[in-house]
């Protein structure tokens, strides 16, 4: 900054960091709001300090999984690249809900909930799986959008996995614009990211947990190359990590702060 520019800031913004500084700060925020959540997640619940552990397992299966671990297919690999999308949009999803970017996470989280709608779709369903695979992204984006997957499991008679309630609840808390960002507290007021919020912790971290074991639970199965009983040992593998969802959800996220106890982390 010239000598210029730094005669017209106002003098409160002379201890504001700027550049690298601003950056470095920024960074040493997280790393203190990450070292916050890990060390309250133990005391937050039954469920939840579970939660890590279970995900880091069913990552590890998803993984695998994805990369032919365990056999190679030979074939188009549709469902191993659906879950090893899976794998690094979680992992990302965990990072940012760690260091306090709750909405982030959702918006991240949200997309597994949606590749859990169309595996579930895609499960079973050879010309379900030919037409995704024969149509251009351009098709796809139109004939497989997650508000036509919905309907289609609908026509089906299935319940999808991540129903509309809950489509509409992460993509106004991660996705929509005009939203209060990080609104986890108490008093609602919106939250500068990076901020520990105990409630945002404990929703992101159900959300996403949630998601993946959908995601996995489903998309382990249409894996035919793969013999059906390890099939459905993976499956079981996923189960502790479904058992470890608790109630603080992103679809009563004013309730759950209505009725938790402030004295303490929430569960």
């Given at each position: 900054m010239d000598s210029q520019d730094a005669a017209m800031r106002p003098i409160e913004d002379e201890c504001f960091p700027e550049g690298d500084q601003y950056l470095n700060a920024r960074?040493?925020?997280?790393?203190?709001?990450?070292?916050?959540?890990?060390?309250?997640?133990?005391?937050?619940?039954?469920?939840?300090?579970?939660?890590?552990?279970?995900?880091?397992?069913?990552l590890s299966i998803?993984?695998?999984?994805?990369?032919?671990?365990?056999g190679c297919s030979q074939g188009t690999h549709t469902i191993e690249y659906m879950l090893g999308s899976v794998v690094s949009t979680?992992?990302?999803?965990?990072?940012?809900?760690?260091?306090?970017?709750?909405?982030?996470?959702l918006a991240l989280t949200r997309s597994i909930a949606e590749r859990a709608?169309?595996?579930?779709?895609?499960?079973g369903r050879?010309?379900?799986?030919?037409?995704?695979?024969?149509?251009?992204?351009?098709?796809?984006?139109?004939?497989?959008?997650?508000?036509?997957v919905r309907l289609r499991l609908e026509?089906?008679?299935?319940?999808?996995?991540?129903?509309?309630d809950r489509y509409k609840a992460l993509s106004e808390r991660g996705v929509h614009p005009g939203a209060r960002p990080?609104?986890?507290?108490?008093?609602q007021r919106a939250v500068s990211a990076g901020i520990f919020q105990p409630?945002?912790?404990?929703?992101?971290?159900?959300?996403?947990?949630?998601?993946?074991?959908?995601?996995?639970?489903?998309?382990?199965?249409?894996?035919?190359?793969?013999?059906?009983?390890?099939?459905?040992?993976?499956q079981s593998r996923v189960l502790p990590l479904a058992g470890s969802v608790g109630g603080a959800t992103v679809l009563e996220v004013e309730e759950f702060l209505a009725r938790i106890d402030w004295q303490r982390p929430a569960g």
């Open positions: 960074k040493a925020l997280e790393n203190a709001t990450e070292e916050l959540a890990r060390n309250a997640l133990p005391k937050m619940g039954k469920k939840l300090p579970k939660v890590l552990e279970a995900l880091g397992d069913t998803a993984e695998r999984v994805s990369s032919c671990w365990w979680a992992l990302a999803s965990l990072r940012l809900l760690l260091a306090g970017f709750y909405d982030e996470s709608n169309l595996l579930f779709l895609l499960n050879s010309e379900e799986l030919a037409r995704w695979e024969s149509a251009s992204a351009r098709d796809r984006r139109q004939q497989f959008s997650p508000v036509r026509e089906l008679g299935h319940t999808p996995p991540t129903d509309q990080q609104v986890f507290n108490h008093g409630a945002g912790l404990a929703v992101a971290l159900n959300e996403l947990a949630r998601a993946v074991a959908l995601a996995v639970g489903i998309g382990v199965f249409p894996l035919e190359h793969l013999p059906l009983d390890m099939r459905k040992g993976l």
